[in-house]
């Protein structure tokens, strides 16, 4: 198993207190065990009365206060932090956690100590304090952390949409999307034509799809898909696609923008209906695609343009 480690380090302050706080590489938030000590203004004691209860709430009279999720996180985490020490510390949740069972234990009559009842008058100032904003985004904002964690959450998504391999080709955007885009913008539209569309498609594709896609997909597929020493792309944007995911994602984006269109009169309804339900988005003025004129229309072009005083 691999070391734990400190990714990030803070000081969160609660109250008077001042708490060592990291988050490992695992992601999990600690709090130091001589914070959680501060934190519950205890003196730190040798060894716990009771095997595997921290020093801070084995008194027999707390034991049956403490449920499944204390359990969860009364064991102790060691790690290295960032200055290559070794550390031991708990899951952050444990403050909470251990707060609730000092009140619970106070409201149910069984604290008599004079020790204990300041600890559970200092839980209730934590409990308070601890309300206004979970202790996950606590550690976070403290340690730098939340930073790091968008950054982090988004490389994940990506990993989902976006496939370690170019994938083979096969047929993905059906021959509909560009007879709507043709109908919609009044285009004479055959196989040919369909198959020499106008560049603009192409931008049109990634805005009305790609784009729609999570923050950042377009932009790592135009960076992973291969292009030739002329500047071209040499696949197609999908082949990229995760199947499960991204692929299924891009299929009912699809669908939708279809519909969409098959519903529309032309292409600024088509818009309009399309912002409505994706918000609003520019796309680039519509051009009349250039159609390749034959030999004779060619011949008789230039027979037109003639001019006997050359």
């Known amino acids: 198993m691999a070391k734990l480690k400190a990714t990030h380090e803070g000081a969160l302050k609660i109250g008077d ?29 040798g060894n716990p009365r009771l095997i595997g209860i921290p020093v801070f709430m084995d008194a027999k009279n707390l034991q049956p206060f403490v449920n499944k999720e204390l359990e969860a996180v009364i064991g102790k985490v060691e790690y290295v932090d960032k200055n290559g020490k070794k550390q031991e510390g708990y899951d952050a949740n444990i403050l909470p956690l251990v707060s609730d069972l000092y009140l619970r234990a106070r409201e149910a009559g069984v604290i008599i100590q004079p020790n204990q ?22 550690v976070d904002e403290a340690t730098g952390y939340q930073y790091d ?30 007879i709507q885009i ?49 500047g071209n792309y040499t696949a197609r944007f999908f082949q990229s696609l995760t ?26 309804d088509f818009m309009e209906k399309f912002n409505q339900l994706y918000g609003q988005t520019q796309i680039d003025f519509p051009e009349e695609p250039k159609q390749e004129l034959s030999d004779f229309n060619k011949s008789l072009k230039k027979g037109l343009e003639w001019n006997p005083n050359d």
């Open 149 to 178: 964690r968008e950054r982090q959450e988004l490389q994940k998504i990506l990993k989902q949409y976006i496939s370690e391999e170019l994938l083979p080709w096969q047929k993905t955007f059906p021959d509909e999307f560009y």
């Open 17 to 45: 207190a001042v708490l060592d706080v990291a988050v490992l590489n695992n992601g999990q938030r600690i709090i130091t065990q001589s914070a959680v000590f501060k934190a519950l203004d205890r003196p730190v004691r």
């Open 243 to 268: 199947p499960d995911i991204g692929n299924a994602h891009l299929q009912n984006q699809l669908v939708s923008v279809v519909t969409l269109m098959k519903i529309s009169k032309n292409w600024s």
């Open 117 to 138: 009842a300041a600890t559970a008058q200092r839980a209730e100032i934590l409990v308070r304090s601890l309300a206004k904003i979970g202790i996950t985004a606590l």
């Open 182 to 230: 043709f109908r919609l913008n009044g285009w004479e539209y055959n196989s040919e034509m369909i198959k020499k569309r106008p560049g603009v498609v192409g931008h049109w594709t990634n805005q009305l799809i790609y784009d729609q896609l999570p923050t950042d997909v377009l932009k790592n597929l135009k960076q992973r898909t291969p292009k030739s020493e002329a």
